[in-house]
């Protein structure tokens, strides 16, 4: 009988554990998109390179007025891109290896680092149908980032009709069956 307490003790002692344990285990939110606060449309490209092992939240915040405008959350060393609204940002990146939760991040200690790119990056329209955006390579030594230029290319082509159009002759009016396009193609590509 003089065991029974011992074992409560230590079941209770393991049970604290697992809860501190599963309370200090939060799931990492997707990579991608966490928020926009900006009210605009997210469509600058934006590509971040990172190396595998730490995870990072990226945080734009407006020049203008210094407020938080976009984050998203990045998997170490996989593949991310995100689309961002028009304007000067700087980007502040926090990364570490166990994620704590949205407002704790990675929490605080030499595990999490936290550090701003030197210089604000713009995104905006450039020319007709250009949009400016960054590719932003944190794979070098320590902090320092590669920044180069991304951009996307639009056009616009109109769906014209294939069939040949009547006109009457010697006049330039459209005959009757003719019928202005309809629809039109927009393509984008990544050209710089």
């Not at 959350?73 to 304007?87: S, T």
């Not at 320092?144 to 069939?163: G, K, S, V, W």
């Not at 009757?176 to 193609?185: L, T, V």
Request: proline letters at 7%.
């Amino acid at each position: 009988m003089r065991a029974l307490p011992i074992i409560v003790a230590l079941m209770l002692c393991v049970g604290g554990v697992a809860t501190d344990a599963r309370a200090a285990d939060v799931a990492s939110p997707p990579a991608g998109l966490m928020w926009n606060k900006t009210g605009l449309p997210a469509v600058f490209p934006l590509q971040v390179k990172t190396l595998p092992g730490r995870d990072h939240v990226l945080t734009l915040l407006d020049v203008k007025t210094g407020e938080e405008a976009l984050a998203a959350y990045i998997r170490g060393g996989a593949f991310f891109r995100v689309l961002v609204p028009p304007g000067v940002y700087r980007l502040r990146f926090v990364s570490g290896k166990h994620w704590q939760g949205e407002e704790a991040l990675f929490g605080q200690g030499a595990d999490t680092e936290v550090f701003e790119l030197r210089h604000p990056l713009e995104f905006e329209t450039r020319g007709l149908g250009i949009k400016s955006g960054h590719i932003v390579d944190l794979r070098g030594r320590g902090m320092e980032a590669r920044i180069t230029d991304q951009r996307i290319c639009q056009a616009f082509r109109p769906d014209l009709p294939r069939a040949k159009v009547p006109v009457r002759e010697g006049s330039r009016a459209v005959g009757p069956d003719f019928q202005a396009p309809q629809r039109g193609n927009l393509r984008a590509r990544y050209c710089g």
